[in-house]
């Protein structure tokens, strides 16, 4: 059976605004928001604690085990700051956000980051380290990167998105019908 509603990953570094771009387009689209921090202390889907990172170690078969039902169903929007994991045939469309690294150190430092997990993900994000993960587990036509720097930036964004789960939505009913 096909989905009637589109299944987004909203990924990047911590701290670029993954939940709050999520929360919103839930809020505006229906989707359901799937926060993968949350669901994995929900459902038991962790194999430790790095004590070094000061994060809890997730084991992913065991995450994508208890998501798959739901998320195959379609209509959700997935929250994680990693997007690899994923089937592609899961997913619709995969949203890349980035942040320059000056108001990335900002928004690390006043969640009291450690320095080294500060610097690993500033990194990150000054590679690319998210996108290219995007580049090499799919389609290139469905992946978008867009700016995180600043708040308008966040309704401009979840416009472009809603835009984007519309025609998806004209598209399966346009391939229904032939």
Not at 99 to 127: A, F, G, V
Request: charged share 30%; with cysteine.
């Amino acid at each position: 059976m096909a989905k009637i509603k589109p299944n987004i990953i909203v990924t990047g570094t911590p701290g670029v605004g993954k939940t709050t771009h999520c929360k919103l387009l839930a809020q505006n689209t229906g989707l359901k928001h799937l926060s993968i921090n949350q669901t994995v202390r929900e459902r038991g889907c962790l194999d430790g604690w790095d004590e070094e990172s000061r994060s809890w170690i997730v084991d992913e078969d065991k995450l994508l085990d208890s998501i798959e039902d739901e998320v195959k169903q379609g209509g959700y929007i997935i929250d994680w700051h990693a997007c690899d994991l994923f089937p592609r045939s899961w997913i619709d469309l995969v949203v890349v956000l980035r942040t320059i690294s000056t108001k990335l150190y900002d928004r690390l430092k006043l969640r009291q980051y450690p320095e080294p997990k500060l610097q690993e993900n500033l990194d990150s994000e000054i590679m690319q380290v998210l996108l290219e993960e995007a580049r090499e587990s799919y389609d290139e036509e469905i992946i978008v990167e867009l700016e995180s720097n600043e708040p308008e930036d966040i309704e401009s964004n979840v416009d472009r998105i809603e835009i984007w789960i519309e025609n998806w939505r004209c598209d399966q009913f346009e391939n229904a019908i032939v």
